[in-house]
C-alpha cells in the first residue's frame, strides 16, 4: 500500500513538473514573440512614405524635428506620443494645450517659409489647406514635406494615423490609437442601433453668403449616420446647401459650432427661426473641433453627436 502510495505521489510529481516546465517554455516562447512583434512595428529607416497627393517621400532617419502646419497633424503627433519632437506649428494648433508653447511658424494656408527654415525640421507634415508652391519652395532646399488629409472618407483618417505613426517610429501607439477609435465608435453605434433616426441639419455656414453643411459625400455626414441620425442635407455635394431644402425637410434637431458663436445669430435670423428645431428649442451647440479635425478626436465626435441626438441612451 505504501509502495503504491509512494509511486502515485512520484507520478503526480512529475507530472506536475511536466506541466510547470512545459508552460515556462510556453511564457518564454510568447515573451520572445512579444519583443519579436514589438521589434516588428519599429519602423525601418530609410522608410518610404506616400502622402495624400499620392507623393512617395523617402525617410531617411526617425524625425527628431518635426513641424506640424495643421491643428488635426498637431493633435495626432501628441497622441503618438511625439510631442516633444514638435518644434513648429500653426497659429491654429490648440489643442493639446501644450502645443501653445511650441514655436507657431504663421497660418495654415500662408506660413512663414523663412521661420520653418530657421528650425531646421527633419519633416514637414501638413494637411489639406497646403500650398503647392510652398512645398514646393521647402523641398527645394532639401526639407521633406508630407501631406496627409482624407477630406471625403471616415475610415482614411485610420490610414492618416498610420501612416504618421510609421513616418515618426510610433506604429505600436497608432495602432492602440485606431483600435480604442473604433472600439468607442462601435460602442457608440450599439447603442443607437434599431433606434429612430432623427432628422439633423449641421451648420458650417448660413445667411447671405449661402448655406454650408455636411453634404452626403462628406466624412462628417459619415458621422452623423454613426451617431444615429439621418442628415437632412444627405442628397447635397460639396458641402453646399439652400435654405429652401432646409425649410422643406425642418429638420428636428440643428447642430452650430460653439467655437465661433453662431447660435444666438442663426436662431434669430430670417428663415431659420421658423424651423421646428429653433421652436423646440433643439438647436444645440457643439465643439466642431471634434468634427472637423481629422484626427484622433473623432471618435469623440461620434459619440458627442450621438448624445445630442439620443440623450436618453447616455444617461
Known sequence: MKKSMKKLITAVIAIVMIFTFAACKKSNMEG?????QKETLATKYPYTAKDSKGKEVIIEKEPKKIISLAPSITELIYALGK???LVGRTDYCDFPEEAAKVQSIGSLTEPNVEKIIELKPDIVVASTHFKDDVAKKLEDIGIKVVVLYDSNDFNGVYDIINTLGQIVNAQDKANELISSMKKKIEDVKEKVKGK???????VVG???SGDYTATGDTFIAQMIAMAGGDN???DGTGWTYSLEKIIEKDPEYIIVSKNF???DQFISSEGYKELSAVKNNKVI??????LNRQGPRLAEGVEALAKILHPDLFK
Do not use: C, H, Q
Request: net charge negative.
Open 232 to 234: 437632412i442635407a444627405k
Open 206 to 208: 448660413f445667411g447671405k
Open 285 to 290: 451647440e457643439i465643439d466642431d473641433n471634434l
Open 196 to 202: 429612430e433616426t432623427p432628422k439633423v441639419y449641421y
Open 261 to 263: 458663436g453662431m447660435k
Open 32 to 36: 520572445s514573440s512579444a519583443k519579436t
Open 83 to 85: 510631442g516633444d519632437e
